[in-house]
T-cell receptor, first 113, second 112 residues
């Protein structure tokens, strides 16, 4: 069955370090998304991509970057991790046709000390 | 994207129907209504979506009012495993645009 996987599931790192979270989907979806979830804020969109070589900023993109070199992967990079980026991160994907729902991964819990 | 208003929390007895309301009074003609749920510590799960007609699938039914300003998600026979946060989202779809803006949702607690 097609699926979307995130790795690692848990990570602890230090402020100032570069961190990359992986997202891999086997749905062959054009659209991919990264969200963060914090208490009291629900899920907030960080970056998204509508296809290879396409990336766009979401509502909370500062301090994050993504690249899309193939259909299956959209890694999220924190260039210099900050304690404010401690959060649970979710990746999602959806097909390019009208109204197809987003499918979410199980999340990465990131703690920055 | 239009904003939605949902109750913060609701209770439902196991085996009874759970009716979760959502107001989206500023929805525009090309915006769809989506419902997702999130069980503790898991990623959001798609439930159902619709434009103006009522929809039903194996998980739930979606009732949208004729003026499209509100909708109700119905879980016909709630079980303990349906305890989750339920998100009602309206989203424009044009071209490849299908961004979702999540609110804080409704915490549904199914009681035994």
């Amino acid at each position: 069955d097609a699926e979307i996987t995130q790795s690692p599931r848990h990570k602890i790192t230090e402020t100032g370090r570069q961190v990359t979270l992986a997202c891999h989907q086997t749905w062959n979806h054009n659209n991919m998304f990264w969200y963060r979830q914090d208490l009291g804020h629900g899920l907030r969109l960080i970056h998204y991509s509508y296809g290879v070589q396409d990336t766009n900023k979401g509502e909370v993109s500062d301090g994050y970057s993504v690249s899309r070199s193939n259909t299956e992967d959209l890694p999220l990079t924190l260039e210099s991790a900050a304690s404010s980026q401690t959060s649970v991160y979710f990746c999602a994907s959806s097909g390019g046709q009208a109204n197809q729902p987003q499918h979410f991964g199980d999340g990465t819990r990131l703690s920055i000390l | 994207d239009a904003k939605t208003t949902q109750p913060t929390s609701m209770d439902c007895a196991e085996g009874r129907a759970a009716n979760l309301p959502c107001n989206h009074s500023t929805i525009s003609g090309n915006e769809y209504v989506y419902w997702y749920r999130q069980i503790h510590s898991q990623g959001p799960q798609y439930i159902i979506h619709g434009l103006k007609n009522n929809e039903t699938n194996e998980m739930a039914s979606l009732i949208i009012t004729e003026d499209r300003k509100s909708s109700t998600l119905i879980l016909p026979h709630a079980t303990l495993r349906d305890t989750a946060v339920y998100y009602c989202i309206v989203s424009y779809y044009g071209g490849a645009t299908n961004k979702l803006i999540f609110g804080t949702g409704t915490l549904l607690a199914v009681q035994p």
